[in-house]
């Protein structure tokens, strides 16, 4: 079927000799003979964050790159700051392959709704960053929403068969966050997941203990921006959720009231939901927060400009970070000073009341950063001074408020008497008896080069933990110390290989399930995470939402690896690849339209 | 504290071993006159310095922004060598070379500006300033230019971060937090070589310096590989801004020395 591989050399030999020879006989087959150009080799480039960074994310990638080079593949591996692999990968789709963790997504399946349906595959941020777009798949995230109990499961359970299909992106391995962390100063350490913001609050205090928290990491991002719209210095989010709060939390898979007093809905079709505060709510500067913050923080979320509004033809710049609960939005109406009604689109109660999640931002702050921004007078538009500013320093309504920071080195928060956990008349507030008043009087974060640092700073009594995880390797040092213990808790945040749709091979869904073929999930988890961590096929995989047929058991059930322990079987790899219209020159993978 | 105290430790041994007790008192009045005549030079070199450690930060951020990311290029020329460097790794030998990247460099950049000081020719001590200011001045730019991650950075499951891992204050030490991007070139080859070049070109005054700078560059230009803090690419890269380094400065300086006039500061690598 496939036509003889016709050489570009020949091409050109041919070329010259019509040039040589002005025979327009040979110039026409010349003409003809370009349409028929052989394929150059495949090649493909993964992104993702250097070994300071992230303990495995470069392992990762360079094992990924070990196997695809076995099937023919020309591949590199660029390391970059994640600053940058966010700004290139998630703001300007500059990226054929990325290693990068995803946000955690248990809360709800809905959360899918953004990271996949093509109606965002233009937007930034990690909304759709593949560029993925399937009929089928957006038709099932649209009944998720709307519907609830056994429809709603079957939807979800297909989606997910779908997904693991077409390949979007390749899980590659979800990881234990490893920690040190010192019990001289502050309990309860096994409870608190500092992914969270939660997870600070769950902490005690020993009575002698020190007042000061001090946590090490190696993201310096945090040190310079505080801006929770910014998404690409973001990672979990847990400095500025302390800083900020929203109306509700999900505290163990149920959105429980936070900065909202209670909720309830009022009507059905449509969905309406009337939310009322609690009582003496302020901001860090001793405004009274109230109703009106949070209709402008909704309005504001949804578009920056604050202009689409009023004029329909304005381009609406919604904040990358929030797309999803926004996305459930209709409308948002002040009642009274305390109280606010919600009109959700059509989505079912739970997944609408997820709308509640985001941060509660100040009036008298945010409104004056609508502006498109300008660099050195220059409008260099779709940006407003909110989705960039770094917001230092930031006044929010959270536990905890800005003290200081030093770019690049430290960042200091102390705790904001004025918020509802540190009230002398608190009483059933709703929350889980864990979450508690802040145990610490101030919040150190110290910036160092590498995990290995992090570790010393606790093992040395200058720490009391690491704030972001550390790689396996630094295990024995943590079981060395007498200061540090060890902390492993199961992420819900996976590695994975991200596809960028857009890009010629990767846009074709076979040529995706075939490069899964070629990852050894099992290897990842024991060889790379040395054990600390386990494979998985689907984002979801630790909810109850997860079907049991995509259940990891002796290897992946749907892109099984072609190969075993870790090692690409060449033979059957090219065949893989044969089946679906690929070919074989030297060694080297060929084929595609080029 | 301790890298001060090691240096100053380091200093005496050589100074002891350099310069007769005689020879002393005209060491010291030689001194006061070539701290007179390179103080503008002086002053241009502790300028760069101010410059480079705030220009730092601000340059990796401008270096994303208009540098290129040479990692996968390095990578793509040297392969796998640090590894097989590194592959020679025993206990004795890393801490040596952990000893040599750190004092040892140190020493080495410090030294020379002592007992060039001491002579009564100002020449040396004046070319090793200026060619100081332009290794510099030009790694910064390049710094600007070349995004570039070390060997460590880049295949952590072939070299092992060593210097860091056993030893993790000297990350803290030495400020390398914000800069694992800036490896090409290496600073730390091209400064030891540079030294290395002038202490060769400047051998009849002290022939032993000779020896111990040449042989001191030669193993700081192998620790950074076997420490797999750089690629051989950026030893290969530190060694050619050395050359360049040291023939700019000395054109400088013999074109201002030459002239007899005011030292004029050479507005090169700013």
Known sequence: ?594 | MQLFAVIVALHLIGLLLFVPARDVPSALRNARSNIRQVGPTAVLLGGVLIANSFIRNAGVDLAWLIGVNITRGIYAIEGTFVASVQSVATPALTAFFSFIYVFGYAFLLTFPIVIYALIEDGEPLLLTLVAYSLNYGLGLVSYVFFIAYGPRNYMPELVESILFTNWPQVQLLTGLVNVNTNVFPSLHASLAVTVALLAIRFREIHWHWTAVATGLAVLICISTMYLGIHWLTDVVGGILLAVLSVSVASRLVTKSLGTGSVIRLPDVGL
């Open chain 1, 1 to 594: 079927m496939t036509p003889s591989p016709v050489r570009r050399r020949k091409i050109l030999g041919t070329l010259g000799f019509g040039l040589v020879g002005i025979t327009g006989g040979c110039l026409r087959q010349a003409r003809s003979l370009a349409g028929w150009q052989s394929p150059a080799q495949v090649q493909l480039e993964i992104k993702t964050v250097p070994d300071d960074s992230d303990p495995y994310a470069l392992r990762i990638a360079r094992t990924v790159a070990d196997w695809f080079d076995a099937a023919g593949i020309e591949v590199g591996v660029v390391p970059m700051s994640e600053q940058e692999l966010h700004r290139q990968a998630l703001l300007r789709n500059e990226f054929e392959l990325f290693v990068m963790r995803l946000p955690n997504l248990s809360s709800d399946p809905d959360m899918l709704y953004t990271l996949l349906h093509s109606r965002f595959a233009d937007d930034p941020g990690w909304q759709n960053p593949f560029g993925y777009a399937n009929i089928e798949v957006d038709e099932l995230l649209d009944t998720q929403r709307r519907t609830r109990g056994t429809r709603r499961r079957n939807a979800v359970t297909q989606l997910q068969r779908t997904v693991a299909q077409t390949q979007p992106f390749t899980m590659l391995v979800v990881p234990d966050d490893i920690r040190a962390f010192s019990p001289a100063s502050f309990t309860n350490w096994r409870a608190a997941d500092l992914d969270s913001p939660l997870g600070y609050l769950m902490l005690d205090r020993e009575p002698d203990g020190n007042g000061t928290l001090r946590v090490v990491v190696t993201d310096r991002r945090a040190t310079t921006n505080l801006n929770p719209l910014a998404v690409e210095f973001r990672r979990t989010g847990a400095l500025t959720g302390l800083i900020y709060d929203p109306l509700g939390y999900v505290i163990d898979g149920r959105l429980t009231p936070w900065l909202a007093d209670t909720w309830e809905f009022t009507s059905s079709s449509p969905l309406v939901a009337r939310v009322s505060l609690r009582d003496d709510t302020t901001w860090h500067d001793g405004e009274p927060l109230t109703a009106d913050d949070v209709a402008f923080t909704y309005r504001l979320l949804a578009d920056t400009t604050l202009r689409s509004e009023t004029d329909e033809d304005a381009a609406p710049l919604p904040s990358p970070r929030h797309r999803g609960p926004i996305s459930l939005v209709e409308t948002v109406r002040v009642i009274d000073d305390r109280s606010i009604e919600f009109r959700f689109v059509d989505a079912n109660a739970t997944v609408a009341l997820r709308a509640l999640t985001v941060p509660i931002l100040p009036t008298h702050v945010w409104q004056d950063r609508t502006d498109p921004v300008s660099l050195a007078g220059i409008d260099i538009g779709s940006a407003t001074e909110a989705i960039v500013t770094n917001n230092i320093p930031p006044v929010g309504s959270g536990p905890l408020q800005f003290v200081r920071n030093t770019p690049r080195e430290n960042l200091v928060l102390e705790r904001f008497d004025g918020h509802f956990l540190h009230r002398a008349e608190r009483q059933s507030d709703g929350l889980p008896g864990l979450i508690d008043e802040v145990a610490f009087d101030t919040l150190t974060v110290q910036v160092v080069g590498s995990d290995v640092a992090a570790v010393g700073m606790v093992a040395d009594e200058n720490a009391d933990a690491t704030g972001t995880p550390v790689g396996a390797d630094t295990v024995p040092r943590i079981g060395r110390s007498t200061e540090a213990e060890l902390l492993v808790q199961p992420s819900r945040s996976a590695y994975i290989l991200g596809y960028n749709t857009h890009h010629q091979h990767l846009n074709n869904p076979r040529f995706r399930h075939t490069l899964a073929r070629l990852i050894d999930g099992t290897y990842l988890s024991e060889t790379v995470l040395d054990g600390y961590g386990r494979a998985a096929v689907g984002p979801l995989w630790n909810t109850s939402w997860y079907p049991d047929e995509l259940e990891w058991s002796e290897g992946n059930p749907e892109t099984p690896f072609i190969g075993s322990d870790g090692a690409v079987n060449v033979n059957r790899v090219r065949e893989a690849f044969r089946e679906i219209g690929y070919r074989y020159d030297d060694d080297q993978l060929v084929g595609g339209t080029s």
